[in-house]
């Protein structure tokens, strides 16, 4: 009993980490066409420290319909990184996000 327990919990961990890897995106089977032009205009304000970067806002899925995500303001994790923006990309007969990272 006790070492089915362990195989179980075993496999499950497994699993966990396996999904965890498995994409840095989504593809959507049916999008609405491409998403829209970013917003041009906008007041981002001031930064709230020193050190902080504007993140651009970026267009994602709720459901079927694009919705504008608004950006924000955060710091880097070093000195000299700087962010790219999350963008989507055809592929196929569907649209793939790439998720914003930094480099």
Do not use: Q
């Not at 906008?42 to 319909?65: F, I, K, Q, S, T």
């Not at 000195?79 to 963008?87: D, F, I, L, Q």
């Amino acid at each position: 009993m006790k070492i089915r327990n362990l195989l179980l919990a075993g496999t499950l961990a497994a699993s966990a980490m396996l999904a965890g890897c498995a994409s840095n995106g989504y593809v959507a089977g049916y999008v609405p066409g491409p998403p829209p032009a970013p917003y041009a205009a906008g007041a981002v304000g001031y930064a709230p420290g020193p050190g902080y970067v504007w993140a651009d806002g970026y267009w994602d899925l709720h459901g079927r319909n694009w919705g504008w995500v608004h950006g924000y303001w955060v710091r880097p994790p070093h000195p000299r990184a700087y962010w790219v923006a999350p963008r989507w990309e055809r592929r196929g007969r569907g649209w793939h996000r790439v998720e914003g990272h930094w480099r």
